[in-house]
């Protein structure tokens, strides 16, 4: 399977893996089922019981159905954080090729350019791009910044970032590290299980941890080691 890995500002790389193109493709066609059924439902039954179509004609009221169905994608994926019925379904999700959460533009993008991508061109142009790009991405990834990654990892993530924290008398000494991504708390559990009295290991969690201070903005007299531990631990009592 494909990886990319993205720098971010703590020296911590994530990892995360691409969504394969024929998970891709079958999580379309689960798109392509639903909006199916909702056209030939309105069309159907829709319709004719409300007497649309009689009021408005065919022609508008084939406009009012396929408009809310193509515009399916855009909403699906500003509600759903990156994530449609077959995207959910196949464990995949859109996000910026930085790491982050895309955005409402890059979305908007995304959907724009499905009628080159998917429309026109009957989906030639999606797979072709897809097949050649190196983060197998469509146009529409490639002009909006986006990639789609595979979220199968997400549980074992999950069970490695987590500690048990007692909530009794707990206090959390630093808030900011909510500003963190699980990908960044896992980089810091990563750091914590190396071994101790290495040298290199050592100064490598020292500088770790001073970008991490600065980044955050904390003032603390914590030695390294108890500095990670911590927001390890104000992290999962946050979040849990």
Same mark, same amino acid.
């Given at each position: 399977?494909?990886?990319?890995?993205?720098?971010?500002?703590?020296?911590?790389?994530?990892?995360?893996?691409?969504?394969?193109?024929?998970?891709?493709?079958?999580?379309?066609?689960?798109?392509?089922?639903?909006?199916?059924?909702?056209?030939?439902?309105?069309?159907?039954?829709?319709?004719?019981?409300?007497?649309?179509?009689?009021?408005?004609?065919?022609?508008?009221?084939?406009?009012?159905?396929?408009?809310?169905?193509?515009?399916?994608?855009?909403?699906?994926?500003?509600?759903?954080?990156?994530?449609?019925?077959?995207?959910?379904?196949?464990?995949?999700?859109?996000?910026?090729?930085?790491?982050?959460?895309?955005?409402?533009?890059?979305?908007?993008?995304?959907?724009?350019?499905?009628?080159?991508?998917?429309?026109?061109?009957?989906?030639?142009?999606?797979?072709?791009?897809?097949?050649?790009?190196?983060?197998?991405?469509?146009?529409?990834?490639?002009?909006?910044?986006?990639?789609?990654?595979? $979220? &199968?990892?997400?549980?074992? *993530? %999950?069970?490695?970032?987590? /500690? =048990?924290?007692? @909530?009794?008398?707990?206090?959390? +000494?630093?808030?900011?590290?909510?500003?963190?991504?699980?990908?960044?708390?896992?980089?810091?559990?990563?750091?914590?299980?190396?071994?101790?009295?290495?040298?290199?290991?050592?100064?490598?969690?020292?500088?770790?941890? $001073? &970008?991490?201070?600065?980044? *955050? %903005?904390?003032?603390?007299? /914590? =030695?390294?080691? @108890?500095?990670?531990?911590?927001? +390890?631990?104000?992290?999962?009592?946050?979040?849990?």
């Amino acid at each position: 399977m494909s990886i990319i890995t993205v720098p971010t500002a703590f020296n911590i790389d994530l990892e995360f893996s691409l969504a394969p193109i024929h998970k891709r493709l079958l999580a379309w066609l689960i798109d392509v089922l639903i909006i199916y059924c909702f056209i030939f439902g309105m069309l159907r039954f829709v319709a004719p019981v409300t007497g649309i179509n009689e009021a408005l004609g065919d022609t508008l009221t084939m406009l009012l159905t396929v408009i809310p169905a193509y515009s399916y994608h855009l909403f699906m994926e500003l509600y759903a954080e990156g994530r449609s019925v077959g995207k959910i379904a196949m464990g995949l999700k859109v996000m910026d090729i930085s790491g982050r959460e895309a955005t409402l533009s890059q979305y908007l993008l995304r959907w724009i350019f499905r009628i080159v991508d998917i429309g026109i061109t009957m989906g030639a142009a999606a797979i072709f791009s897809l097949s050649l790009t190196r983060h197998n991405q469509r146009l529409g990834d490639l002009v909006a910044g986006t990639i789609v990654i595979d $979220q &199968r990892e997400q549980t074992k *993530l %999950q069970e490695t970032i987590y /500690l =048990e924290v007692s @909530e009794k008398g707990y206090k959390v +000494l630093f808030p900011q590290v909510m500003k963190l991504t699980d990908r960044d708390i896992n980089g810091i559990r990563g750091l914590l299980e190396m071994r101790e009295g290495s040298s290199d290991n050592e100064e490598y969690i020292q500088q770790v941890s $001073q &970008r991490i201070k600065e980044v *955050l %903005q904390i003032d603390t007299d /914590l =030695e390294p080691r @108890e500095l990670l531990f911590r927001l +390890l631990s104000d992290y999962n009592f946050l979040t849990k």
